[in-house]
């Protein structure tokens, strides 16, 4: 039976906080590496016979020269992909599209939901349903969210959103107050009890939308928002974390193929900072987020919690779970 949910949003509207505390913005430093790849379970869409299998395994070759970090370990301590089936909410977005490739490289299975589920294939290649699984769906309207599509899901990624000032990504209806607002609460409101986490992506300032150089981003809403959307996953029962990102950098910016996004590096931009609190400022890596999101839902005392991140010239954490457990660690601990 789906949670159903009665709320009705006000500008006063006060926050559930649970542990939610307010610390420094800034802790230690670790690398970012780029992204882990193995094509174990990625049956990439390509050109015919020798052909494909020559593309394929030199994009492996390039990658795996070009990681920092010993990509066994990495396979050593991920988490069991038999243990999870990770709902993406957002998956054909810039954050989206990086945490679906992310869990198919780790061999995760996943369920997508998309509104146009065509763009799966153009995203991600010819997946089996066993490891990838796309459903339509349209988080804006709650009669598409069936209690049917959530079953077995164990942990949620929601990375949902739309621009903050007008533009073509708003056509549609698409507007932060639709996206935001209204779709986080259907969602929410449809999700089973059983799930063990909700990772929500956020933003940095939403706390202090009314605030200058805040409430210029928020003429049209979007940190107002994404805060009524955050305080009903607080008033959820679910258990969650919240991720809160500065303003995004790095690709992808629009679609790419599944090719394109294993290539994606963080550039220079690798060194990950960990804030509470809804003080720090700055730019995210979407490779930074999208890990941290994936990273945050086998960290047990990251649930009820907030997390701003943004990422800096300097190495990083790449996709070690103990260096993310550590900063997240050290954030609560500030």
Same mark, same amino acid.
């Given at each position: 039976?789906?949670?159903?949910?009665?709320?009705?949003?006000?500008?006063?509207? !006060? !926050?559930?906080?649970?542990?939610?505390?307010?610390?420094?913005?800034?802790?230690?430093?670790?690398?970012?590496?780029?992204?882990?790849?193995?094509?174990?379970?990625?049956?990439?869409?390509?050109?015919?016979?020798?052909?494909?299998?020559?593309?394929?395994?030199?994009?492996?070759? /390039?990658?795996?020269? $070009?990681?920092?970090?010993?990509?066994?370990? /990495?396979?050593?301590?991920?988490? !069991?992909?038999?243990?999870?089936?990770?709902?993406?909410?957002?998956?054909?977005?810039?954050?989206?599209?990086?945490?679906?490739?992310?869990?198919?490289?780790?061999?995760?299975?996943?369920?997508?939901?998309?509104?146009?589920?065509?763009?799966?294939?153009?995203?991600?290649?010819?997946?089996?349903?066993?490891?990838?699984?796309?459903?339509?769906?349209?988080?804006?309207?709650?009669?598409?969210?069936?209690?049917?599509?959530?079953?077995?899901?164990?942990?949620?990624?929601?990375?949902?959103?739309?621009?903050?000032? !007008? $533009?073509?990504?708003? /056509?549609?209806?698409?507007?932060?107050?639709?996206?935001?607002?209204?779709?986080?609460?259907?969602?929410?409101?449809?999700?089973?009890?059983?799930?063990?986490?909700?990772?929500?992506?956020?933003?940095?300032?939403?706390?202090?939308?009314?605030?200058?150089?805040?409430?210029?981003?928020?003429?049209?809403?979007?940190? +107002?928002? +994404?805060?009524?959307? *955050?305080?009903?996953?607080?008033?959820?029962?679910?258990?969650?974390?919240?991720?809160?990102?500065?303003?995004?950098?790095?690709?992808?910016?629009?679609?790419?193929?599944?090719?394109?996004?294993?290539?994606?590096?963080?550039? *220079?931009?690798?060194?990950?900072?960990?804030?509470?609190?809804? +003080?720090?400022?700055?730019?995210?890596?979407?490779?930074?987020?999208?890990?941290?999101?994936?990273?945050?839902?086998?960290?047990?005392?990251? *649930?009820?919690?907030?997390?701003?991140?943004?990422?800096?010239?300097?190495?990083?954490?790449?996709?070690?779970?103990? +260096?993310?457990?550590?900063?997240?660690?050290?954030?609560?601990?500030?």
């Amino acid at each position: 039976m789906a949670t159903k949910i009665s709320f009705t949003p006000t500008h006063n509207f !006060p !926050p559930r906080l649970g542990n939610f505390a307010k610390y420094p913005q800034t802790i230690p430093l670790y690398p970012l590496q780029p992204l882990n790849v193995s094509h174990r379970n990625c049956h990439l869409k390509a050109g015919s016979g020798s052909a494909a299998a020559a593309k394929v395994q030199a994009l492996k070759e /390039d990658l795996i020269e $070009s990681l920092n970090s010993d990509t066994s370990a /990495d396979s050593a301590t991920a988490s !069991p992909s038999s243990s999870k089936l990770v709902l993406v909410v957002g998956g054909s977005g810039g954050v989206g599209q990086l945490v679906v490739a992310s869990l198919l490289t780790r061999g995760i299975k996943s369920r997508l939901f998309l509104r146009d589920p065509d763009k799966a294939t153009a995203l991600f290649g010819d997946q089996d349903n066993e490891i990838l699984e796309v459903l339509k769906a349209d988080t804006r309207n709650s009669a598409d969210l069936d209690p049917s599509m959530f079953e077995g899901v164990t942990h949620v990624i929601c990375c949902t959103g739309t621009t903050a000032f !007008p $533009s073509r990504r708003w /056509d549609g209806d698409n507007t932060p107050e639709r996206v935001d607002w209204e779709g986080v609460r259907n969602l929410v409101s449809a999700l089973p009890p059983s799930v063990k986490r909700l990772v929500l992506v956020s933003s940095v300032g939403v706390t202090k939308f009314n605030e200058l150089p805040w409430s210029i981003m928020n003429l049209f809403g979007v940190l +107002k928002y +994404k805060k009524m959307g *955050e305080d009903f996953v607080r008033i959820s029962g679910l258990p969650f974390t919240i991720i809160r990102p500065g303003r995004l950098t790095d690709g992808p910016y629009t679609s790419y193929d599944l090719n394109t996004l294993l290539k994606a590096t963080a550039g *220079e931009r690798r060194a990950v900072i960990i804030g509470q609190g809804d +003080k720090l400022v700055g730019e995210a890596s979407r490779l930074v987020v999208a890990e941290a999101c994936i990273q945050a839902l086998d960290i047990d005392f990251t *649930e009820g919690n907030a997390y701003e991140i943004s990422s800096v010239v300097g190495e990083g954490p790449g996709s070690d779970p103990k +260096k993310w457990r550590d900063l997240f660690e050290a954030a609560r601990n500030q």
